[in-house]
């Protein structure tokens, strides 16, 4: 059975870093990641920094590196990172837009290739995490779904067409919901309310709302009509967001856009 015995991250910025902040809280030894990021300030304690692919490649023990630069940057990093990865090597790459093919084209070397696509709450372990894989053996799969899950909820998707359409909502989603939370306290604000107090309740409440959600049977649609009490306040603000089904067509609209950046970045877009 092939382990993940140490994985080379490759870029650990925003998303990277949450990554790995998120494995080393869920218990996994340092010693089993290494990083390759030219000009990152430091790794956390226990984790090899390396500043090129020739360092990378001289310590050369990793089994599989995960892709954390951007995916505009892939046609110009890859021909540096063949050594890397190649000789049983597993590509997970987090680069969004980028198909299996592209690559398996870009690292013909690898032994599999493997997208995923996390977001940034891997950092506290609560992230869904989506994957979908070319090569892997079925026990490599029930390890590489382990080591994922950790960051929060890990799933396979059979259907690379829908990667995109997944990585909007997920891995985009929790950009959408900070704008919804600013935008309420915007609000909150604007009718009167101090922001700090706006803010604080915000958040407290959405943190509510989302672990309840969460935990019931039915669904967030029959959640809401439970909120509103007949007769009550929170209908009138329903109505508001339900006409001519407004919120309903702006999502649509906000995730066919994410959506279809992926293609564009996909087709090469800068
Ligand atoms: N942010 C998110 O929520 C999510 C991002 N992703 C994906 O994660 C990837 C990274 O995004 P994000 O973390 O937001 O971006 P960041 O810019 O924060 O991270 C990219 C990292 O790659 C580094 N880098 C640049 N050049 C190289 C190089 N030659 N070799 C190695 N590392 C390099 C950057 O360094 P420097 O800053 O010095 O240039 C930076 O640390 C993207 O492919 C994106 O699609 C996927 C899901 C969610
Ligand atoms: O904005 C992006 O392209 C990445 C992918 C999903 C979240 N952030």
Known sequence: MVEIKKLLIIGCGNMGGAMLAGWLAAGYDPARFAVLDPALGDAPEGVALYRSPEEAETAGDHDAVLLGFKPQQLGALAPGLQSLTSEGVVVYSLLAGLTLAQLETAFPGARAHVRVMPNLASRINKS?????????QPPERSIAYEFFDSLGTALWLDDEGQFDLVTAL???GPGFVYRFIDALVGAA???GLVREQAEALALSMVE?????A?????????????VASPGGMTREGLNVLDKDEALHKLLVETLQATAERGAQLSAGSD
């Open 128 to 136: 869904p995490i989506i994957l979908l894989e070319k090569g892997l």
């Open 170 to 172: 997920a891995g985009s």
């Open 189 to 191: 604000v604007e009718l």
């Open 208 to 212: 509510g709302a989302s672990a309840l």
């Open 214 to 226: 969460a935990g019931e049977t039915i669904s967030p649609g029959e959640l809401a009509e439970r």
